[in-house]
């Protein structure tokens, strides 16, 4: 059976570890509102559990480029908002840069299996004062909270599975889609394979290949649009592609699109 990503439904599969790490119930899902082709879902949010400081992950207008951008460029790839994130290094008491946020949903991916993530990436609107603030790789990245289920490892109920772009290709306008399936690097945070990161820099093929020990199936939790703990970033991001869908951040909400 193919399995269909970020649809609203229970799911079992994922409830009771989940449970057990985050010691909390998890709220059932409700039936997503119809728009037209689109659907929104009330589900998207600041994840607050992973959200260290006092950062901004916003549904916006624009942005619409920087001065004299007057191509398609300067527009939001998607309708005409976007998510907006403003991170700062040190604001905490913490000693070391510990700002950090996460814009996700934890209720429409619950239980879909890891291994089928095939197609993912975002469109981003990086500026240059971003690279002065932490170099041309001073970028939002993409997380899934997982469990990895792994043989080797059977009371390690949790991990993120995190992608880390390249440096965007242009800067103080719209990039066009970052396929993170084919660039940057993916990493898991809990030591379970050899794609233990950040040092290790695997592909998504690897990564997945080094959570595939024949086992039960690695079932994602959340998924999300991140940046800290590291270097002061503001910038956009938009068209969050997950598979077969396309998430559009407006200033509304998030708009669910089927990808071409």
């Not at 079992?12 to 728009?35: M, Y």
């Not at 939790?221 to 503001?234: E, N, P, Q």
Request: aromatic share 8%; net charge neutral.
């Amino acid at each position: 059976m193919k399995a269909r990503f970020g649809v609203s439904r229970g799911k079992a599969l994922a409830v009771t570890a989940l449970a057990a790490f985050l010691a909390s119930t998890v709220p059932g899902s409700v039936p997503a509102l119809a728009d037209g082709d689109r659907v929104h879902s009330e589900h998207w949010g600041v994840i607050t559990r992973t959200t260290v400081g006092s950062p901004v992950a916003a549904l916006r207008a624009g942005p619409y480029g920087s001065a004299g951008v007057l191509d398609s460029s300067g527009r939001p790839p998607y309708g005409k908002g976007s998510l907006g994130i403003e991170v700062t290094d040190r604001s905490t008491s913490l000693t070391t840069a510990s700002e950090r946020v996460d814009f996700g949903n934890e209720v429409d991916f619950l239980g879909d299996p890891a291994l089928g993530l095939n197609k993912v990436g975002f469109h981003v609107f990086q500026t240059n004062a971003n690279i002065s603030y932490g170099g041309t790789k001073n970028m939002p990245s993409i997380r899934f909270e997982i469990n990895p289920n792994l043989s080797a490892h059977p009371g390690d109920n949790y991990s993120a599975l995190v992608w880390v772009p390249d440096a965007a290709p242009v800067t103080n306008r719209w990039s066009g889609y970052i396929d993170a399936a084919t660039s940057g690097y993916w990493y898991l945070t809990g030591g379970e394979t050899s794609c233990n990161g950040p040092v290790a820099h695997c592909s998504l093929a690897q990564v997945k290949a080094s959570l595939n020990d024949g086992g039960a199936v690695p079932a994602i939790y959340s998924a999300a649009v991140g940046k800290g703990r590291d270097h002061m970033w503001m910038g956009a991001v938009d068209g969050l592609r997950i598979n077969q869908y396309i998430y559009d951040f407006e200033p509304g909400g998030v708009k669910t699109r089927h990808a071409a």
